[in-house]
């Protein structure tokens, strides 16, 4: 089992910055690929960004490419994603997720645990 905690959520205006955190434990992770999905009211889940634990491969969607940037600290079980230059169609609630497969899957139904999430919302 992996429990993740997601942090760092709240209201922003647009072109500001948010740092979100995401505190992994229990089984090792491995080569594990750990990504941010968000979901807004009505919308499907989309991944944002990802990231294999052990080589550190990204991946980001276009909406976010040269605005976010996804890192992790290996020695704290923790991942991150700076946000930087955020837009109000960035609002929605932001997941982290792991998925202990093989690659850096992109599709939510890859992932085997996930965060209760946090909010993120930028005014406009």
């Known amino acids: 089992q992996v429990q993740l905690v997601e942090s760092g959520g709240g209201l922003v205006q647009a072109g500001g910055s948010l740092r979100l955190s995401c505190a992994a434990s229990g089984r090792m992770l491995g080569d594990a690929a750990m990504s941010w999905f968000r979901q807004a009211p009505g919308k499907e889940r989309e991944v944002v960004s990802g990231i294999t634990w052990r080589s550190g491969m990204t991946y980001y969607a276009e909406a976010v490419k040269g605005r976010f940037t996804i890192s992790r600290d290996n020695a704290k079980n923790t991942m991150y994603l700076q946000m930087n230059s955020l837009k109000p169609e960035d609002t929605a609630v932001y997941y982290c997720?792991?998925?202990?497969?093989?690659?850096?899957?992109?599709?939510?139904?890859?992932?085997?645990?996930w965060g209760q999430g946090t909010q993120v919302t930028v005014s406009s």
């Open positions: 997720a792991a998925s202990l497969g093989f690659g850096l899957p992109n599709t939510p139904r890859a992932y085997d645990y």
